[in-house]
């Protein structure tokens, strides 16, 4: 799988909208994006993913550029619920056999 | 998605101990898999647990230290052998449903630390 680049720390206004950067210039054409998020003391939380259109569902939405080499989590209306650290993965479409492999993400700080 | 529960949820152990742990899914997936999180960093991938077969262990990975058990499509357990402080961590659960879009989800995770 591609590797993916992420800026270690965003901070955020609460009510504002969070823009979370993630550079893959070695994707390949048949891999995805996806979106993971984690926050303190749970699980990583599926968020959303794309191949080349942009994506919007009832958490975020996804642009990724048109050649695919970087994309933008998009948070409209951040809330303190939000701080979290959010993981860009690139990985092939399949069957689900190949898991996830995890990056060091971005860790958003939400503030009052 | 499907929800998946892990036992216990965090457990003090002392060195040289064995802790195992549960993962128990609420519907049946396709892939089980297990991670490590190392305090204050990302998730590694240990092995992918494999249904009445030996586990797929990642680099850095053996079985002696991680024996991986999965009777089912549902259940699977990660045994974490001879224990010392540096396997002080969090051990999460996942799978996969093979569905439309192959989310992979996660259970809460078991923390665990040795004395």
């Known amino acids: 799988d591609a590797k993916t680049t992420q800026p270690p720390s965003m901070d955020c206004a609460e009510g504002r909208a969070a823009n979370l950067p993630c550079n893959h210039s070695?994707?390949?054409?048949?891999?995805?994006v996806y979106w993971y998020r984690q926050i303190h003391s749970q699980g990583p939380q599926y968020i959303i993913h794309?191949?080349?259109n942009n994506e919007t569902n009832e958490m975020a939405s996804l642009i990724i550029t048109e050649d695919r080499k970087s994309s933008t989590l998009i948070l409209p209306h951040a809330t303190l619920r939000d701080t979290a650290v959010y993981y860009c993965?690139?990985?092939?479409?399949?069957?689900?056999?190949?898991?996830?492999?995890f990056g060091k993400g971005t860790r958003l700080s939400v503030i009052a | 998605s499907a929800v998946i529960s892990q036992k216990p949820s965090r457990d003090i152990c002392q060195r040289g101990t064995s802790l195992t742990i549960q993962c128990q899914v609420d519907?049946?997936?396709?892939?089980m898999f297990w991670y490590r999180q190392q305090p204050g960093q990302s998730l590694t991938l240990i092995a992918t647990?494999?249904?009445?077969?030996?586990?797929?262990?990642e680099s850095g990975f053996v079985i002696d230290k991680f024996p991986i058990s999965r009777p089912n499509l549902t259940f699977s357990t990660l045994t974490v052998s001879n224990m010392s402080p540096e396997d002080s961590s969090i051990y999460l659960c996942?799978?996969?449903?093979?569905?439309?879009?192959?989310?992979?989800?996660f259970g809460p995770g078991t923390r665990l630390t040795v004395l």
């Open positions: 993965i690139v990985r092939v479409y399949s069957s689900g056999n190949t898991p996830l492999v």
């Open positions: 070695t994707i390949s054409g048949n891999e995805y």
């Open positions: 794309g191949l080349k």
């Open positions: 519907s049946q997936v396709t892939m």
């Open positions: 647990a494999n249904q009445g077969s030996e586990a797929t262990y």
């Open positions: 996942s799978g996969t449903s093979g569905g439309s879009y192959n989310e992979q989800f």
